[in-house]
C-alpha cells in the first residue's frame, strides 16, 4: 500500500507548542505555492506511474487557510494528477473556526470524506493558554457545519499535560467530545519540542507542568471513557468506532511506503527517505526549473528497517506480526531481538502470542522505554 502526505505550512496563528513546518500566511505566495505543489506532483508521478495511492491526507500548518477558490484548484490538480480512487480515504486537516459551509462544501464536492480537527480543549481560558485563536463554540459550529455539507467520517484532537492543565479539567474535555458522538478520536501527551514557545518557557522554568502520575491519570481516563463509548484503541493514542480506523496512519505504522508533497514534507519510497526543502522560497525556486526540492535522501539498511518495523509497529494495540516479520525480513525476529523481547516481557511491557508481539496494559504507559529498547538494539 501507498499512501500520499501533502503539507499546506500557512497558519493564521502559531500555536506555542508546534514545531511542524509553517509560517504566517499574511504576505506569502499562498496561489503560486498551491501551482508549484501540484508542479512537484507531477514530476514525481512521472517517475513513479504505476504506483496507485490508497490514501490521502492533506495536514500543516493550516489547510484551511486556503480560500475556496485556493482549495479547488488544488483539489482539481490532485484529481488529474494522483493515481487516487475516489471513495477511499481523502483527510482533510482543519481549525475549528476556519470550517465554512462554502469551504466544506469545495472539499466534499472533491472528494474529501474525512476531517481531522485540532480541537485540543474544551476550555476557552486553557486553549488561549496554548495559542489557539478558536473558542469551544468554533467546535460545536465547525461539527454542525460538516454534517449539514455531508461529513460523517471527523475527528478531533486533544492534549493532555497541558500548562495549568488539571484532571478534571481534562476530563471534562473527554466528556464533551463524546457527547458530540465522533467516529475517531486521537489524545496525545504535550511533547516540548526544541524551538517552540514553550519548549524556551521549560529552560526558563515557567511552564507548570502536571506531574507524571497525573499525566498518567489523564491517559488511562481516555482509554477508560474511550472504551465506554465504543471508542477501540487501536494505537497508542487513537481511538475508533470499528470500521473508522485512519486507514491514512496505519500505513505509516505498518511502515509502508508514501509519498510527501509540500514545503519540509517527507517521503518513503523504494527503501528510501527523503525529506524537502522546508523554508518557502527555498521549496518553491527548483519547481519554477521543473526540478524537485528534495533537500536531503537516506538510503535505509536492513538494520534501520527492521528497527522502524518494530517501533512504529508496536504503537499499533494489535502489534508487531511474528510472521509478516519473517516474510519481510527474512529472519525471524526473535533471532534478532531475543534479548530485548525477553527482557521487556520479564518487566511486564510486553507479551507474545502465537503470531504477535505487543504492548502490555503497562507497556502502553512505557512505550517510549519499549520503542527506545529497539532503537538501541543492533541487529546481529
Same mark, same amino acid.
Given at each position: 500500500?501507498?499512501? &500520499?502526505? /501533502? ?6 496563528h502559531?500555536?506555542?507548542?508546534? =514545531? ?10 499562498? =496561489? @503560486? ?10 514530476? &514525481?508521478?512521472? +517517475? ?6 490508497? &490514501?490521502?491526507?492533506?495536514g500543516?500548518?493550516?489547510?484551511? &487557510? ?5 482549495? #479547488?484548484r ?14 477511499? !480515504?481523502f483527510?482533510? @486537516?482543519?481549525?475549528? $473556526? ?10 466534499h ?14 476550555? #476557552? =481560558? ?15 459550529? %465547525? /461539527? ?18 497541558l500548562?495549568? +492543565? ?19 478520536? %486521537? ?27 497525573? !499525566? ?9 471513557l474511550?472504551? @465506554? ?11 475508533? *468506532? ?15 511506503k ?8 517527507? $517521503? ?16 518553491? @525556486? ?10 536531503r ?23 508487531? %506480526? ?21 527482557? *521487556?516481557?520479564?518487566? $511486564? ?9 505487543r ?7 512505557? $512505550? ?8 538501541? %538494539?543492533?541487529?546481529?
Amino acid at each position: 500500500m501507498t499512501a &500520499t502526505y /501533502i503539507h499546506i505550512p500557512f497558519c493564521e496563528h502559531i500555536c506555542f507548542y508546534c =514545531d511542524f513546518n509553517k509560517v504566517f500566511l499574511e504576505g506569502q505566495p499562498v =496561489d @503560486e505555492y498551491v501551482e508549484m505543489l501540484l508542479r512537484e506532483m507531477q514530476l &514525481t508521478m512521472a +517517475q513513479t506511474p504505476d504506483e496507485k495511492i490508497e &490514501t490521502i491526507y492533506v495536514g500543516g500548518g493550516t489547510p484551511t &487557510t486556503l480560500n475556496e477558490k485556493q482549495l #479547488d484548484r488544488l483539489l482539481t490538480g490532485m484529481k488529474e494528477i494522483l493515481p487516487f480512487q475516489m471513495g477511499n !480515504e481523502f483527510t482533510f @486537516e482543519a481549525n475549528p $473556526g476556519d470550517l465554512s459551509v462554502d469551504k466544506l462544501k469545495v472539499l466534499h464536492d472533491h472528494g474529501v470524506n474525512r476531517l481531522s480537527m485540532g480541537v485540543q480543549s474544551f476550555n #476557552d =481560558d486553557l486553549l488561549k493558554k496554548i495559542g489557539r485563536i478558536h473558542k469551544v463554540k468554533d467546535v460545536y459550529q %465547525s /461539527i454542525a457545519n460538516a454534517r449539514q455539507v455531508g461529513f460523517e467520517n471527523i475527528s478531533i484532537d486533544l492534549i493532555y499535560r497541558l500548562p495549568g +492543565q488539571t484532571e478534571a479539567d481534562f476530563n471534562n474535555s473527554l466528556v464533551k467530545a463524546l457527547e458530540l458522538e465522533l467516529p475517531h478520536y %486521537s489524545t496525545y501527551s504535550l511533547i516540548l519540542e526544541n524551538k517552540t514557545i514553550f519548549y524556551n518557557l521549560m529552560r526558563q522554568g515557567k511552564l507548570p507542568l502536571p506531574t507524571e502520575d497525573e !499525566e498518567a491519570n489523564m491517559y488511562q481516563m481516555a482509554i477508560d471513557l474511550m472504551a @465506554e463509548k465504543g471508542r477501540k484503541q487501536y494505537e497508542i493514542s487513537n481511538y475508533a *468506532l470499528p470500521g473508522y480506523e485512519s486507514q491514512h496512519n496505519l500505513i505509516y505504522w505498518k511502515n509502508e511506503k508514501y509519498y510527501g508533497f509540500g514545503a519540509g514534507a517527507h $517521503g518513503y519510497l523504494g527503501g528510501h527517505r527523503y525529506q524537502n526543502n522546508g523554508p518557502i522560497q527555498q521549496y518553491l @525556486e527548483p519547481l519554477r526549473e521543473n526540478r524537485l526540492p528534495i533537500l536531503r535522501t537516506q538510503q535505509l539498511s536492513i538494520e534501520e528497517k527492521i528497527e522502524e518495523e518494530m517501533f512504529l509497529g508496536l504503537r499499533k494495540l494489535e502489534g508487531v %506480526s511474528i510472521q509478516h516479520f519473517f516474510d519481510k525480513f527474512q529472519v525471524s525476529v526473535f533471532e534478532v531481538y531475543q534479548e530485548v523481547i525477553d527482557s *521487556l516481557v520479564a518487566d $511486564g511491557l510486553l507479551e507474545v502470542t502465537l503470531d504477535k508481539i505487543r504492548l502490555t496494559e503497562k507497556g502502553k504507559f512505557l $512505550g517510549n522505554e519499549v520503542f527506545q529498547a529497539f532503537l538501541l %538494539s543492533s541487529p546481529k
